[in-house]
């Protein structure tokens, strides 16, 4: 049996009911097949790949808090240090009731080659909890972030992990967690990056992921012959990757004529109002519905819909698991000619390879959005150096850092002889730096 095999098959009998995992190992393997197989004997020795699909440590914790009716709650919290060979770890903390292990693993494992293809020195890591600050007051979501960080800042650090926002994690939890690891710690260091301008937080980091989203699918469009300019896109999401995504693109010269929350979905053929959208999602926190109600040009929808809307683009911005093969199928009838994860993992596998089989072009996420993160490392150099960047010289860097991964990616499928499978370029370029360092370092 080949060694990628042996170890796919390792990964699901030592990590059992851990499908996410399982999906995102087999997809990052599956195409770094013919570079393992190249270097197979000395992989092996090493156990490289072993020491790859297993974190370096998993922290699982309870986080009690008390309620507003003074009920004690209690939820489950993890936080996987996956990968440190190129830096401290870093990655999102998610707070949703979908939360467990095998979630926090996936996203962890994906965070170690898109940290590494930003080109910038950090390791992979993920977080969160099962809490949802959904319908919780203020007072509620600040008990959940104080107990749990109360635990966390035992692990975590400017210089060994550095956590930040995901679903559920916006500004307000960020700011409640940084207070209570101050409070504990007694110092005043960038631990987490999405923090607000008043305390450290980068100028355009909020704006990043969505921002750069734009940006390497503007330059994947390009290098293939198409102009944003002009294109119709659909976008699942109306989160911050959506929102930012939505104005990114809008400012680009294309029009953007769906978005979508958890329980419905808006077309809005005049183009999304980004202003509007902001205040319903950012100020009132509300349902879609609201947004529909106040914009005459839009439709609101119950349930799924947004890839069966006629498109150039397709950019997937909610969460994992969320385009499947039948929507790929309509995208693809549809005449779509470009899909770029903003989510992780929001596209499965199959439906994934029939976009690619189509001649779809098909940016992945740990490629496509990999502006958020990159400009949290951003962040993190202003802390260090205690100066503050402008919003033009965030954004610029921010620009530069997502054309040099779109080329990356792209180069690294071309030399491998997969032109064109921005999938397999992603994690062959990600996966070598890795494994570079990880082998200079020696068996740890
Ligand atoms: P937010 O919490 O701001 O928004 C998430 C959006 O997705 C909301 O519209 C939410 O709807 C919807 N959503 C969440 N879960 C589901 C679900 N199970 N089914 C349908 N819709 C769902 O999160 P972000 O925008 O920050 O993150 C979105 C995705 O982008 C995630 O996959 C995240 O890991 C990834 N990402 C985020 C980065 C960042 O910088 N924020 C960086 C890189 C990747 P509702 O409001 O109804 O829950």
Redesign the pocket.
């Known amino acids: 049996m080949s060694y990628v095999d042996e170890v796919f098959d390792l990964v699901v009998e030592k990590n059992p009911a851990q499908p996410e995992f399982h999906q995102a190992v087999k997809e990052v393997l599956e195409s770094l097949r013919v570079v393992i197989e190249a270097n197979e004997e000395a992989y092996r020795r090493d156990a490289l790949l072993e020491r790859l699909v297993t974190p370096e440590r998993q922290l699982l914790f309870r986080v009690p808090w008390v309620d507003d009716k003074g009920q004690v709650q209690v939820n489950n919290a993890f936080r996987v240090q996956f990968n440190s060979a190129i830096g401290p770890y870093k990655g999102?903390l998610?707070l949703?009731p979908?939360v467990n292990l095998g979630i926090i693993k996936f996203?962890g494992f994906e965070q170690i080659f898109k940290n590494s293809l930003t080109g910038l020195p950090i390791g992979g890591g993920k977080g969160g909890s099962d809490f949802d600050p959904?319908g919780k007051s203020d007072r509620e979501v600040m008990a959940f972030c104080q107990s749990f960080m109360t635990e966390l800042s035992k692990y975590i650090g400017a210089d060994t992990d550095v956590p930040?926002?995901?679903?559920?994690t916006?500004a307000r939890e960020i700011g409640y967690m940084y207070g209570q690891y101050k409070r504990i710690k007694g110092v005043y260091e960038g631990v987490l990056t999405?923090k607000g301008l008043s305390y450290g937080g980068s100028l355009a980091r909020t704006e990043?992921?969505g921002y750069g989203l734009l940006y390497l699918t503007a330059e994947m469009l390009k290098c293939n012959g198409h102009d944003i300019n002009g294109k119709t896109v659909v976008i699942?999401?109306?989160?911050?990757?959506?929102i930012y995504a939505c104005q990114k693109a809008q400012q680009l010269g294309a029009k953007v004529v769906t978005v979508?929350?958890?329980?419905g979905w808006v077309y809005d053929p005049e183009g999304i109002d980004v202003a509007l959208l902001k205040e319903v999602?950012e100020v009132k926190r509300a349902?879609l519905t609201e947004y529909a109600a106040a914009r005459s040009s839009a439709e609101y929808h119950e349930g799924r819909g947004v890839w069966g809307i006629k498109c150039d683009v397709a950019l997937p911005?909610?969460?994992?698991n969320?385009l499947l093969l039948d929507d790929a199928k309509a995208l693809v009838a549809n005449g779509c000619i470009a899909v770029a994860e903003?989510?992780?993992m929001?596209t499965t596998m199959e439906a994934t390879e029939y976009l690619q089989a189509n001649g779809v072009l098909f940016a992945p996420?740990k490629a496509a959005?990999?502006g958020?993160?990159a400009t949290s490392a951003l962040e993190m150099s202003q802390n260090s150096e205690r100066l503050s960047w402008t919003f033009e010289e965030v954004d610029s860097k921010l620009q530069n850092i997502m054309v040099n991964i779109f080329h990356n990616l792209d180069n690294a499928a071309k030399k491998y002889g997969m032109e064109g499978n921005y999938v397999a370029g992603a994690n062959i370029a990600g996966f070598l730096k890795v494994a570079e360092a990880m082998t200079a370092q020696g068996i740890v």
């Open positions: 999102g998610r949703h979908s996203l959904k930040a926002g995901d679903i559920g916006g999405g990043a992921t699942s999401g109306s989160g911050n990757v959506a979508s929350d958890s329980t999602k349902r911005c909610a969460t994992q969320e903003g989510a992780n929001p996420g959005n990999a958020g993160v």
